[in-house]
T-cell receptor, first 110, second 114 residues
Framework: GENVEQHPSTLSVQEGDSAVIKCTYSDSASNYFPWYKQELGKGSQLIIDIRSNVGEKKDQRIAVTLNKTAKHFSLHITETQPEDSAVYFCAASYGEKLTFGTGTRLTIIP | GAVVSQHPSRVICKSGTSVKIECRSLDFQATTMFWYRQFPKQSLMLMATSNEGSKATYEQGVEKDKFLINHASLTLSTLTVTSAHPEDSSFYIC??????????FGPGTRLTVL
């Protein structure tokens, strides 16, 4: 089955700096890679996703890159703000079953 | 965005009792809902896939008689933890599928079994 590894488990960055979270996956058949943001007391929200037919996708301050050959994908947050503090999960899927990474707790230091 | 609710958000029960957790998609119909369990410092683990009008599909190692799933309508799925024990204490999260591969998560339910 699919195995997704996520690093780092915790990340602290100064407000305004960039944050990068990386994930690797094992199943080369996986073709959909979403990223979720889980804030305390709130449901996890899909923040960006990428499919295997593209290498990069950007939405304002958030971008995701995918390297199919190396089987890894990354979340990039630029110009970080305090409200970016949360736990971020990556996931990989082929079909409807998602396999999640272990999560990264991102803390933005004012 | 799509909204998925869970009820209750937090429940404490005695060992041996049963607990029902509801998962609702509030503004869309979900033919498929998923139930996850999240252990501390670990990722979400898929427990079962709930399909409206049919039996749930359980992941290997998940006891279907212990974790009863009912998906009675396109907006509601329930997970019942039967004869709960302390080792069942965990954070349970559901998600509802709106389109292919597009899942929206509920806020989760913290179950504590004494």
């Amino acid at each position: 089955g699919e195995n997704v590894e996520q690093h780092p488990s915790t990340l602290s960055v100064q407000e305004g700096d960039s944050a990068v979270i990386k994930c690797t996956y094992s199943d080369s058949a996986s073709n959909y890679f979403p990223w979720y943001k889980q804030e305390l007391g709130k449901g996890s929200q899909l923040i960006i996703d990428i499919r295997s037919n593209v290498g990069e996708k950007k939405d304002q301050r958030i971008a995701v890159t995918l390297n199919k050959t190396a089987k890894h994908f990354s979340l990039h947050i630029t110009e970080t703000q305090p409200e970016d503090s949360a736990v971020y999960f990556c996931a990989a899927s082929y079909g409807e079953k998602l396999t999640f990474g272990t999560g990264t707790r991102l803390t933005i230091i004012p | 965005g799509a909204v998925v609710s869970q009820h209750p958000s937090r429940v404490i029960c005695k060992s041996g009792t049963s607990v029902k957790i509801e998962c609702r998609s509030l503004d869309f119909q979900a033919t498929t809902m998923f139930w996850y369990r999240q252990f501390p410092k670990q990722s979400l683990m898929l427990m079962a896939t709930s399909n409206e009008g049919s039996k749930a599909t359980y992941e290997q190692g998940v006891e279907k008689d212990k974790f009863l799933i009912n998906h009675a309508s396109l907006t509601l799925s329930t997970l019942t933890v039967t004869s709960a024990h302390p080792e069942d204490s965990s954070f349970y999260i559901c998600s509802a599928e709106r389109n292919s591969n597009e899942q929206f998560f509920g806020p989760g339910t913290r179950l504590t079994v004494l």
